[in-house]
């Protein structure tokens, strides 16, 4: 019914910047919250951020006012920058959606996950 499809991840020093991008496709009535999640060997899936539709934001701690979440409605697509990059924010970064179709109600997606690694 949803699809995402993440692009954007890779290797970079530390300090450095990546930009990710998620696009939702499918049959989308709604999408209510868009957002990142991280998963780091051996740690749990954690919220990197995400946003509603309204354009409230949520950040862990460990990114604020570093990371930034953006997203265009019209695209259907979220995009998380990340700038002044740490060795501990290398994890598998999965999009989010909190999305409605015309079947079902609104329900979680996820995409397949993109790697970041930095390096120190």
């Known amino acids: 019914q949803v699809q995402l499809v993440e692009s954007g991840g890779g290797l970079v020093q530390a300090g450095g910047s990546l930009r990710l991008s998620c696009a939702a496709s499918?049959?989308?009535?709604?999408?209510?919250?868009m957002g990142w999640y991280r998963q780091a060997p051996g740690k749990q899936r954690e919220l990197v951020a995400d946003m509603t539709n309204g354009g409230s934001t949520n950040y862990a701690d460990s990114v604020k006012g570093r990371f930034t979440i953006s997203r265009d409605n019209d695209k259907n697509t979220v995009y998380l920058q990340m700038d002044s990059l740490k060795p501990e924010d290398t994890a598998l970064y999965y999009c989010?959606?909190?999305?409605?179709?015309?079947?079902?109600?609104?329900?979680?997606?996820w995409g397949q996950g993109t790697q970041v690694t930095v390096s120190s």
């Open positions: 989010n959606v909190y999305a409605a179709t015309r079947r079902y109600q609104p329900r979680n997606y």
């Open positions: 499918g049959s989308i009535f709604s999408i209510n919250i």
